[in-house]
C-alpha cells in the first residue's frame, strides 16, 4: 500500500513538498536536520552490521 503511494509522487508534488518543508523549517534549519538524518541512518546501519556478525557467530 506504501509503495503505491510514493509511486504516485510526482515531480510537482515533490516541489510542493520542498517547498512546504522551506516555509516549515527556513532554510538554516534544513542542514541540520539533514545531518540528524544522516546520523541516524549510519546508526542504523552499523548496529544491523553488528546483529548480522553477532548472528553468523553462533
Given at each position: 500500500?506504501?509503495?503505491?503511494?510514493?509511486?504516485?509522487?510526482?515531480?510537482?508534488?515533490i516541489i510542493l513538498i520542498v517547498?512546504?518543508?522551506?516555509?516549515?523549517?527556513?532554510?538554516?534549519?534544513?542542514?541540520?536536520?539533514?545531518?540528524?538524518?544522516?546520523?541516524?541512518?549510519?546508526?542504523?546501519?552499523?548496529?544491523s552490521k553488528e546483529e548480522d556478525?553477532?548472528d553468523k557467530k553462533e
Amino acid at each position: 500500500m506504501s509503495l503505491y503511494i510514493l509511486g504516485m509522487l510526482g515531480a510537482p508534488q515533490i516541489i510542493l513538498i520542498v517547498v512546504v518543508v522551506l516555509l516549515l523549517f527556513g532554510g538554516k534549519k534544513i542542514p541540520e536536520l539533514m545531518r540528524g538524518l544522516g546520523s541516524g541512518i549510519k546508526e542504523f546501519k552499523d548496529a544491523s552490521k553488528e546483529e548480522d556478525s553477532t548472528d553468523k557467530k553462533e
